[in-house]
T-cell receptor
Framework: GENVEQHPSTLSVQEGDSAVIKCTYS??????FPWYKQELGKRPQLIID?????GEKKDQRIAVTLNKTAKHFSLHITETQPEDSAVYFC?????????????FGKGTKLSVKP | EAGVTQFPSHSVIEKGQTVTLRCDPI?????LYWYRRVMGKEIKFLLH????????ESGMPNNRFLAERTGGTYSTLKVQPAELEDSGVYFC?????????????FGSGTRLTVV
């Protein structure tokens, strides 16, 4: 089955700096990679995703890059703001099950200091 | 559209008691998933329904956990009898396509505390 590793577990940055979170996956058949943001006490929310036919996707201050050869993908947040503080989870599909369910990384707690 | 709703939002029960969690997915979403997050750890897969059928229940920890989705609408997750290690936040999610092709919409979770 799929195995997803996520680093770092905690990340602290100054407001305005960039933040990068990295994930690796094990199943070369995986072709969909979402990122979720979970603010304190709230539900995880999908913020960006990428499919294996592209290497990079951007949405305003957020970008995700994918290296299929190395089996890793990263979340990049530029010009961080205090409201970016949250736990971020990467995920990849596990095709070991019949239709694929998402396997999540352990999360990265991002703190943006004003 | 209405989101994924879960209740209760919190539950505190004693070891050995029974608790039933409920999830109402987004209308029309055939795929429904249960996940659990134990404090500080990953969001761990429990099981996956497609309509009323259990597609994958490989993540269910043991036979004290029973999930149902009668009629392919809402789902329940029963823990009987509850143990201390069952404490955590139980998330339900739904999607139109299966998880390998599209993202999920999560519910707000049920925080279960077993004392």
């Amino acid at each position: 089955g799929e195995n997803v590793e996520q680093h770092p577990s905690t990340l602290s940055v100054q407001e305005g700096d960039s933040a990068v979170i990295k994930c690796t996956y094990s199943d070369s058949a995986s072709n969909y990679f979402p990122w979720y943001k979970q603010e304190l006490g709230k539900r995880p929310q999908l913020i960006i995703d990428i499919r294996s036919n592209v290497g990079e996707k951007k949405d305003q201050r957020i970008a995700v890059t994918l290296n299929k050869t190395a089996k890793h993908f990263s979340l990049h947040i530029t010009e961080t703001q205090p409201e970016d503080s949250a736990v971020y989870f990467c995920a990849a599909p596990d095709y070991g099950g019949s239709q694929g369910n998402l396997i999540f990384g352990k999360g990265t707690k991002l703190s943006v200091k004003p | 559209e209405a989101g994924v709703t879960q209740f209760p939002s919190h539950s505190v029960i004693e070891k050995g008691q029974t608790v039933t969690l409920r999830c109402d997915p987004i209308s029309g979403h055939d795929n429904l998933y249960w996940y659990r997050r134990v404090m500080g750890k990953e969001i761990k897969f429990l099981l996956h329904f497609v309509k009323e059928s259990k597609q994958d229940e490989s993540g269910m920890p043991n036979n004290r956990f029973l999930a149902e989705r009668t009629g392919g609408t809402y789902s329940t997750l029963k823990v009987q009898p509850a143990e201390l290690e069952d404490s955590g936040v139980y998330f339900c999610a739904s999607s139109q396509a299966s998880g390998g092709r599209d993202g999920y919409t999560f519910g707000s979770g049920t925080r279960l505390t077993v004392v």
